[in-house]
């Protein structure tokens, strides 16, 4: 479980097809104190450390992972938002979240509003139901608030405000149009869907 407050901005370092992808992940954790086996978010997706190194770990992308996810995330060189798991007894700064990618964006505009970046996203219709003004949103791994939602045809399109800090403690100053983005639903919300469904 996390939080969606990005701790650390990691690099992939090589990526290597061996069944699963094998990627090697440079960070500025201390990884003394990452177990293997230790659950990591990485830009949203939660993997398992399998491999570490002083300043590195390794994670296996399986399938399911490389299908649900961002397609262009997992190439050499790419920056990725890491959280580490919630202990007991941390702040849950951000809202609830598993780390579960349920489906991927694209940002459709980036404006600069103020000191802040106001992004404009689109997703599909198995977001559009779960993305509510002033609900939570998981993007790239990071816990924003949604300004505004307009329900299209094929979709839902919502805008985030990325304040100066958000933009420098992740990769969000990388947002152009076009980027896919993974987005992870309110997990209250996921639930609340399935009951209705189950209802009708």
């Not at 491999?51 to 296996?60: I, L, M």
């Not at 106001?118 to 977001?127: D, M, N, P, S, W």
Request: net charge negative.
């Amino acid at each position: 479980m996390f939080t969606g407050i990005i701790t650390d901005i990691g690099r992939i370092e090589a990526a290597e097809q061996r069944g699963d992808l094998r990627l090697q992940i440079a960070c500025a954790y201390d990884m003394g104190s990452v177990d293997l086996g230790a659950s990591i978010a990485c830009s949203g997706a939660c993997l398992t450390v399998v491999d570490k190194g002083d300043d590195w770990f390794a994670v296996d992308v399986s399938s399911e992972t490389h299908a649900r996810t961002a397609g262009d995330m997992w190439e050499e060189g790419r920056r990725l938002n890491l959280e580490r798991a919630l202990k007991v007894g941390d702040e849950l700064g951000g809202h609830i979240v598993t780390g579960h990618v349920d489906g991927v964006g694209t940002v459709e505009s980036a404006t600069e509003v103020g000191g802040s970046t106001r992004l404009v996203l689109t997703a599909g219709e198995e977001i559009s139901p779960y993305i509510v003004t002033k609900g939570s949103v998981t993007l790239d791994g990071v816990s924003l608030t949604v300004n505004e939602v307009e329900t299209l045809s094929e979709g839902v399109r919502f805008s985030v405000n990325i304040i100066p800090h958000t933009a420098a403690q992740t990769t969000f100053s990388e947002m152009v149009p076009g980027r896919p983005v993974n987005i992870e639903i309110d997990i209250l919300a996921r639930y609340l869907g399935r009951m209705m469904e189950l209802r009708r």
